[in-house]
C-alpha cells in the first residue's frame, strides 16, 4: 500500500522546546515537500527536497530546517518553537517535480 | 506571479443536488490544475486533474472540472452530492517551472 506516514499525530510543546517531525513514504520518491496548513491560508510550502541531502527553501523557511538522509524519510526540525508555529504540518512526496502528490495524514502541532 | 483563488470559503447544498465549486486564478503561462480533497483529519487527495486537452476532465466519485482559459477559472462539479462528500476541496496551480500554489479552500456541508 503505497503512503506517506506522518509521526507523530499529535503534539504539544512549550514555546522553546525542540520540535522533530517524522515523516516517510514507501514508494521511492525521489521529491518530498513540508507544507503547513493555516485557517484561511490553504497550504504554503515550507521546503522541499529533491532528494537525500538535496534541500531548498520554500516560501516559509524562517524558524525551520529539514534534514533528508534516505530517501524515504525527510524531517522537519523546528529549534526553540514559537508559539506562530502552532498549526497542522503535512508532508507529501512525489515521483518527481512533475509528478502528483501523495500527502501523509498531518501532524497537528500545538506551541503553548 | 501565479494565484489561485476560491472565492467561496464555504458551500452549503442538500443531499441530491448539484454542486459547483469556483475556482480561479491568474497565471501567464499554461497552467497544470488539480482539485484536491481533504476530509477531517486526512491529509489531501487528488480528485482530477487538467493538464492539456479536452477542457472537461473527469475524477474520482464522479466529480468532473471544466478548465476555461477565456475566463481564468476551472470549476469543479457534481450532478448528485452525496453526504459523504463534506469535505474541504482546494484548487491547485501548478506553473511550468513546477511552482504549485494552493487556494485557500472551500468547505463543503452537504446536509441530509
Known amino acids: 500500500d503505497m503512503k506517506v506516514t506522518q509521526m507523530p499525530r499529535y503534539l504539544i510543546k512549550r514555546m522553546g522546546e525542540n520540535v522533530l517531525l517524522e515523516c516517510g513514504q514507501d514508494?521511492?520518491?525521489?521529491?518530498m515537500y513540508w507544507y503547513r496548513q493555516d485557517p484561511g491560508l490553504g497550504l504554503q510550502l515550507i521546503y522541499i527536497s529533491y532528494d537525500v541531502d538535496s534541500n531548498s527553501e520554500g516560501d516559509i523557511p524562517k524558524g525551520y530546517r529539514v534534514s533528508r538522509k534516505k530517501r524515504e524519510h525527510f524531517s522537519l526540525i523546528l529549534d526553540s518553537a514559537k508559539t506562530n508555529q502552532t498549526s497542522v504540518y503535512f508532508c507529501?512526496?512525489?515521483?518527481?517535480?512533475?509528478?502528483?502528490?501523495?500527502f501523509g495524514s498531518g501532524t497537528r502541532l500545538l506551541v503553548i | 506571479a501565479q494565484s489561485v483563488t476560491q472565492p467561496d470559503a464555504r458551500v452549503t447544498v442538500s443531499e441530491g443536488a448539484s454542486l459547483q465549486l469556483r475556482c480561479k486564478y491568474s497565471?501567464?503561462?499554461?497552467?497544470?490544475l488539480f482539485w484536491y480533497v481533504q476530509y477531517p483529519r486526512q491529509g489531501l487527495q487528488l480528485l482530477l486533474k487538467?493538464?492539456?486537452?479536452?477542457?472537461v476532465v473527469q475524477g474520482v466519485n464522479g466529480f468532473e472540472a471544466e478548465f476555461s482559459k477565456s475566463n481564468s477559472s476551472f470549476h469543479l462539479r457534481k450532478a448528485s452530492v452525496h453526504w459523504s462528500d463534506s469535505a474541504v476541496y482546494f484548487c491547485?496551480?501548478?506553473?511550468?517551472?513546477?511552482?504549485?500554489?494552493f487556494g485557500t479552500g472551500t468547505r463543503l456541508q452537504v446536509l441530509p
Open positions: 491547485v496551480l501548478r506553473s511550468n517551472t513546477n511552482k504549485v500554489v
Open positions: 514508494m521511492s520518491h525521489e521529491t
Open positions: 497565471y501567464s503561462g499554461t497552467p497544470y
Open positions: 507529501a512526496s512525489s515521483l518527481g517535480a512533475h509528478s502528483d502528490y501523495t
Open positions: 487538467y493538464y492539456s486537452g479536452d477542457p
